[in-house]
């Protein structure tokens, strides 16, 4: 409260210029400023409790929490860039490839699954593992799938 009132008579000598008598009393013009500097400090009030309900039960992050996020969104980028790549491929190609690189099936499961050849299986995987390997980063990630 002590703070408030020295807000009020800061801001009673900041504003002393702009009384004018015309206008009103003194006592009427002083009540003015401590209403609209009490009402400021509502508001800031009102703001920093926003602020600090958004925030609650939330920790904040130290530096080595930002550096293993950063190191975990890069691990994961070339995850993404291997599945926009899959995207693009045709349905049968892609449904292959789901099959054996994602799921763990042979080529040969895959092609019971998929009600197809082994041959034509065998054809399919090589052309989407190929299309795939195409995309920057995605070398390392696709070779353990044979």
Avoid: C
Wanted: net charge positive; aromatic share 2%; proline share 4%.
């Amino acid at each position: 409260m002590a703070d408030l009132t020295a807000e009020v008579f800061l801001a009673v000598l900041d504003s002393a210029h702009t009384y004018r008598p015309g206008k009103g009393s003194e006592i009427a013009w002083l009540y003015g400023v401590a209403r609209n500097t009490v009402l400021a400090e509502r508001r800031r009030s009102a703001r920093e409790m926003r602020a600090t309900g958004r925030i609650a039960g939330r920790r904040l992050l130290e530096a080595d929490d930002i550096s293993r996020l950063e190191d975990r969104i890069d691990a994961e980028s070339p995850a993404r860039r291997a599945l926009e790549a899959m995207a693009a491929l045709p349905e049968g190609d892609r449904a292959l490839l789901e099959l054996v690189a994602v799921d763990g099936l042979s080529p040969a499961e895959a092609a019971t699954v998929l009600g197809i050849r082994q041959g034509t299986a065998r054809v399919r995987l090589h052309r989407a593992r190929r299309a795939v390997k195409q995309a920057p980063g995605l070398i390392p990630l696709m070779e353990g799938t044979k």
